[in-house]
């Protein structure tokens, strides 16, 4: 069983950064892509970015792209992703998830086990 758990939320001012992080537990935590995701209110889980076992390339959905940045740490078991200028819109809950073997593409459907969720709070 692969247990995912995110800290690093909180409420911070429009124009602020926020790193989250997530650690992972398991041995083969560098063979599996990583993603986060995120949910606002009323809203549907979208897709934020993800990362290959590897690290070697990473993916943005357009609404974060220069602004967020993911990254791994492979011995530590730990997904990252910091997060700067950040908006209003960006208020959600994050949640890192562990992308299944055999799936290329981000979906929230493509995801097989996912953190429990921290909050973030960006006020105008």
């Known amino acids: 069983q692969v247990q995912l758990v995110e800290s690093g939320g909180g409420l911070v001012q429009a124009g602020g950064s926020l790193r989250l992080s997530c650690a992972a537990s398991?041995?083969?935590?560098?063979?599996?892509?990583m993603g986060w995701f995120r949910q606002a209110p009323g809203k549907e889980r979208e897709f934020v970015a993800a990362?290959?076992?590897?690290?070697?390339?990473?993916y943005y959905a357009d609404s974060v792209k220069g602004r967020f940045t993911i990254s791994r740490d492979n011995v530590k078991n730990t997904v990252y992703l910091q997060m700067n200028s950040l908006k209003p819109e960006d208020t959600a809950v994050y949640y890192c998830?562990?992308?299944?073997?055999?799936?290329?593409?981000?979906?929230?459907?493509?995801?097989?086990?996912w953190g429990q969720g921290t909050q973030v709070t960006v006020s105008s």
């Open positions: 990362i290959t076992g590897s690290g070697g390339n990473t």
């Open positions: 398991g041995r083969t935590f560098s063979s599996y892509a």
């Open positions: 998830a562990r992308r299944k073997v055999y799936s290329g593409t981000n979906y929230y459907y493509d995801y097989d086990y």
